[in-house]
Antibody, heavy 121, light 110 residues
Framework: EVQLVESGGGLVQPGTSLRLSCAASGYTFDDYAMHWVRQLPGKGLEWVSGISWNGDYISYGDSVKGRFTMSRDNAKNSLYLQMNSLRADDTALYYC??????????????WGQGTTVTVSS | QSALTQPASVSGSPGQSITISCTGTSSDVGAYNYVSWYQQHPGKAPKLIIYEVTNRPSGVSNRFSGSKSGNTASLTISGLQAEDEADYYCCSFTASTTYVFGTGTKVTVL
């Protein structure tokens, strides 16, 4: 069974940094691209970032470009999101998502349960 | 990149069919057949139910179907059941090589 377990969320002050992790199991991690998608409190979904199977291609949403860095360690079956210069509007539930393909696509196939990030002073 | 436009809510009685629209632009929905749909029950993670406009992943009921015309994609749920009550989101690839979700639609089974 495919499992994606996010961790690293918490309460932080504006302007600070946080690193999210996602541990994948139940499938061959380096056969698939991955995404981070966030959901603002009580609101809709927002695509944050996507990474290809080998990390050679990474794409970011406009609202996080230049502040967030996505990476993966295939030897550890792990995905990461380094979030810098955090703002109040980054407050959200962050999902780790497995793609259906090796390259980043619109097919967000399996979702984790999410980790909550709260940015507040 | 602005969110794709969906109706805030759609309702129907058990057994009926309902359709949820997802309107974008010629730079996203209208430009590519890369539209997916997700179902999200309260307190749960989203679940993929349609990809590439019309395709269903294995295990998804054939009561769910997708289509597209111009800049608008649509999700139809036929034979509406109580378990279909959930939020639904569309998603499209964009010309900026990013992805954009819809505003979300709450489906209520009367």
């Amino acid at each position: 069974e495919v499992q994606l377990v996010e961790s690293g969320g918490g309460l932080v002050q504006p302007g600070t940094s946080l690193r999210l992790s996602c541990a994948a199991s139940g499938y061959t991690f380096d056969d698939y691209a991955m995404h981070w998608v966030r959901q603002l409190p009580g609101k809709g979904l927002e695509w944050v970032s996507g990474i290809s199977w080998n990390g050679d291609y990474i794409s970011y949403g406009d609202s996080v470009k230049g502040r967030f860095t996505m990476s993966r360690d295939n030897a550890k079956n792990s995905l990461y999101l380094q979030m810098n210069s955090l703002r109040a509007d980054d407050t959200a539930l962050y999902y780790c998502v497995k793609d259906r393909h090796t390259s980043v696509s619109h097919i967000m196939y399996v979702w984790g349960q999410g980790t909550t990030v709260t940015v507040s002073s | 990149q602005s969110a794709l436009t969906q109706p805030a809510s759609v309702s129907g009685s058990p057994g009926q069919s309902i359709t949820i629209s997802c309107t974008g632009t010629s730079s996203d929905v209208g430009a590519y057949n890369y539209v997916s749909w997700y179902q999200q029950h309260p307190g749960k993670a989203p679940k993929l139910i349609i990809y590439e406009v019309t395709n269903r992943p294995s295990g998804v009921s054939n009561r769910f179907s997708g289509s597209k015309s111009g800049n608008t994609a649509s999700l139809t749920i036929s034979g509406l059941q109580a378990e279909d009550e959930a939020d639904y989101y569309c998603c499209s690839f964009t010309a900026s090589t990013t992805y954009v979700f819809g505003t979300g639609t709450k489906v209520t089974v009367l």
